[in-house]
């Protein structure tokens, strides 16, 4: 994918949760993470939120990439996609085969969300997320902010993907 295109969804998706017509209005999510009331889907993308900036943590060691970009993607844990989508648009480096520690590592993480996307499909109320995403700004900009995510995730590993799991490739 051309990086003015990435550029461009960046920029869409900023825009987007910007625009939100619930801007002024009070956040109760927040409250309801630290009073552990939150349903399984809502919990889902909260903690996800946390869990994807780890993935590119993993790929930004690999990647010998400066002290500087290594601290960001942690903040991204914090602030989520919308700090990892523009490190991934200035990206000019090319990728390294990982270890095995960092595909045990990864492989773990996936299990993890995997579990926890199961257990929100299963016991998840997702009108709850869907009317909470309608009436609260902290939930509907994580929402945004959880497709952007996902979206560089995606295309970082598919982009990357030969050069990434070549210990593995070889093996077989």
């Known amino acids: 994918m051309n990086r003015i295109i990435v550029f461009i969804i960046w920029v869409g998706l900023l825009i987007i949760a910007t625009i939100s017509p619930l801007w002024g209005e009070p956040s109760l999510f927040l409250n309801q993470v630290f009073n552990g009331s939150l349903d ?3 919990w889902f993308i909260f903690t996800s ?14 990647e010998k990439q400066p002290l500087w970009r290594s601290l960001l993607y942690m ?25 095995r520690l960092q595909i045990i590592l990864l492989a773990l993480m996936d299990t993890v969300l ?10 998840g109320d997702w ?9 609260d700004i902290f939930v509907n900009i994580m929402t945004w902010d ?3 995510i996902v979206i560089v995730l995606f295309y970082k590993v598919i982009s990357n993907s030969r050069i990434y799991f ?3 490739l070889k093996q077989e």
């Open 40 to 42: 399984p889907s809502q």
């Open 114 to 123: 995997m579990i926890m996307l199961i257990w929100a499909i299963i016991f």
């Open 75 to 99: 903040f991204g844990m914090i602030l989520g996609g919308f700090i990892v989508f523009p490190l991934e648009i200035i990206n000019k480096h090319s990728a390294n085969p990982l270890t």
């Open 166 to 168: 070549k210990t593995i």
């Open 127 to 135: 009108s709850v997320y869907i009317q909470s995403y309608q009436n």
């Open 49 to 62: 939120l946390g869990i994807f900036p780890l993935y590119f943590l993993i790929f930004s060691f690999n």
């Open 146 to 148: 959880f497709i952007a």
